[in-house]
């Protein structure tokens, strides 16, 4: 996947396990906490057989390894990693938008549908355009790596349009 260097800026890495997870933890209110990329990071090595297994990818100092998942702390951080990959990934896809972002999306979601982010919200929209051109249906709510923090505006190539959904 040609998706260094990432367009946020982020490491690939970074992004990967973030989009995994939807930037959150386990209750899905709070962020991710940074020790998810340390189990993430385990996987990927223990999966792919190689380490590195992602552009970017980081190690703790001191590195965990599949065999610590199951002690005390790193097994609840692991639970705790699976709950919210879980909450993430639930009726979602996996994804690249066509500006190569990575992200989650809705179950149904196809190629054309369009990103949008209403004013003031810092949640992406997934829409489709409805046959004749005369409006949108909303697909559902989607989870894009580098523009869930308001970045989208800064982002825009064309004015902010009114859209009507159906």
Known sequence: ???QPYPSGS???????????AGKNQTGVNEAPADFADV???LLDEATGR??????QTYPKRRLTLEQLGRR????LFRNMQVAFANATRARRFGVT???????????????????VPPESHIP?????CSGGHGYVLVGEC????????????????????????
């Open 11 to 21: 490491e690939l890495f970074h992004a990967f396990w973030h989009t995994l997870v």
């Open 51 to 56: 380490s590195p297994s992602i552009p970017g």
């Open 73 to 76: 702390e790193p097994a609840k």
């Open 143 to 166: 989870y894009v790596h580098g523009i869930m923090k308001g970045e989208a505006f800064q982002l825009l190539e064309t004015p902010a349009q009114e859209i009507v959904l159906y």
């Open 40 to 42: 993430f990071a385990v």
């Open 125 to 129: 929209f997934l829409i489709r355009e």
């Open 98 to 116: 066509e500006k190569k972002h990575i992200g989650l999306f809705p179950r149904g979601s196809k190629q054309g549908d369009v990103i949008s």
């Open 1 to 3: 996947m040609e998706c």
